[in-house]
T-cell receptor, first 114, second 111 residues
Framework: GDSVTQMEGPVTLSEEAFLTINCTYTATGYPSLFWYVQYPGEGLQLLLKATKADDKGSNKGFEATYRKETTSFHLEKGSVQVSDSAVYFCALSASNSGNTPLVFGKGTRLSVIA | KAGVTQTPRYLIKTRGQQVTLSCSPISGHRSVSWYQQTPGQGLQFLFEYFSETQRNKGNFPGRFSGRQFSNSRSEMNVSTLELGDSALYLC??????????FGSGTRLTVV
């Protein structure tokens, strides 16, 4: 079945450092790809998404590019802030129409220190 | 517009009891999905309802059930609670075009 693998955490960075969280997927067809973020005590917030190969999703300084050839969707940010401390989840949906469940990676905890 | 609302936020139940969780989706969203989040298993899909019909189902025992009402509000029920059912239960609604919007979750503790 479909699956998502993301790098194990926790990741600890100093403020203004560069962030990369690796995510690779296994799926039949052409899934939609997502990054969600979860702050302590809260649900998941959609950070960005991409629905086809070579699409770049971006939001709040975060970016990820849908790479079909490497089945990857790595999350990057050029300069992290303390407020970015959270757990980040990579996910896929087999359909673009929103009627197939999300498959999540295990999550990567990011801590940014001042 | 209002987001996805889950009630209650916290619950403590005893083994063997049953529990009902509620989810009100974003207005106009007809799809409601439920996920279980635990430290060991991560985020796992329970089921999805669309227009009062279960459209997708995850790999959970029959103790886990759900339903959706005509106003798209959804409930999930867990019967004969086990300690392992302690988790954060997340509801997500979707219009089908813009992906899923999640609620803040219901944290269930079974003692």
């Amino acid at each position: 079945g479909d699956s998502v693998t993301q790098m194990e955490g926790p990741v600890t960075l100093s403020e203004e450092a560069f962030l990369t969280i690796n995510c690779t997927y296994t799926a039949t067809g052409y899934p939609s790809l997502f990054w969600y973020v979860q702050y302590p005590g809260e649900g998941l917030q959609l950070l960005l998404k991409a629905t086809k190969a070579d699409d770049k999703g971006s939001n709040k300084g975060f970016e990820a590019t849908y790479r079909k050839e490497t089945t990857s969707f790595h999350l990057e940010k050029g300069s992290v802030q303390v407020s970015d401390s959270a757990v980040y989840f990579c996910a896929l949906s087999a359909s673009n129409s929103g009627n197939t469940p999300l498959v999540f990676g295990k999550g990567t905890r990011l801590s940014v220190i001042a | 517009k209002a987001g996805v609302t889950q009630t209650p936020r916290y619950l403590i139940k005893t083994r063997g009891q049953q529990v009902t969780l509620s989810c009100s989706p974003i207005s106009g969203h007809r799809s409601v999905s439920w996920y279980q989040q635990t430290p060991g298993q991560g985020l796992q899909f329970l089921f999805e309802y669309f227009s009062e019909t279960q459209r997708n189902k995850g790999n959970f025992p029959g103790r886990f059930s759900g339903r959706q009402f005509s106003n798209s509000r959804s409930e999930m029920n867990v019967s004969t609670l086990e300690l392992g059912d302690s988790a954060l239960y997340l509801c997500a609604s979707s219009s089908g075009r813009d992906g899923y919007t999640f609620g803040s979750g219901t944290r269930l503790t079974v003692v």
